[in-house]
């Protein structure tokens, strides 16, 4: 059974720093496209940044850019996503995930909370 493991996640003071990993076990993470997500209460999953396959290609959503940065290790089967300059709004439950044309898979999430 194919399963994605997130960890990192925790309380951070606004300004400071963590770095989210996701390992994958029984998928080679180097034929998938992943990205990071993340869902507050009562709202919908957002893609947060996303990193492709062969070339490495990457892209942020708008309220991250310059501040979050994912990157992959194919030989250890991992994405991680380092957040930096963390803000209140950051809080929320982060989703790894891995895409290979219909087959989707996710992780169980991590809770990132943001506050003073």
């Known amino acids: 059974q194919v399963q994605l493991v997130e960890s990192g996640g925790g309380l951070v003071q606004p300004g400071g720093s963590l770095r989210l990993s996701c390992e994958g076990f029984?998928?080679?993470?180097?034929?998938?496209?992943l990205s990071w997500y993340r869902q507050t209460p009562g709202k919908d999953r957002e893609l947060v940044a996303y990193?492709?396959?062969?070339?490495?290609?990457?892209s942020y959503a708008d309220a991250v850019k310059g501040r979050f940065t994912i990157s992959r290790d194919n030989v250890k089967n991992a994405v991680y996503l380092q957040m930096n300059s963390l803000k209140p709004e950051d809080t929320a439950v982060y989703y790894c995930?891995?895409?290979?044309?219909?087959?989707?898979?996710w992780g169980q999430g991590t809770q990132v909370t943001v506050s003073s």
């Open positions: 995930k891995a895409d290979l044309v219909q087959i989707h898979y």
């Open positions: 029984r998928v080679s993470f180097s034929l998938y496209s």
């Open positions: 990193i492709g396959t062969i070339s490495g290609s990457t």
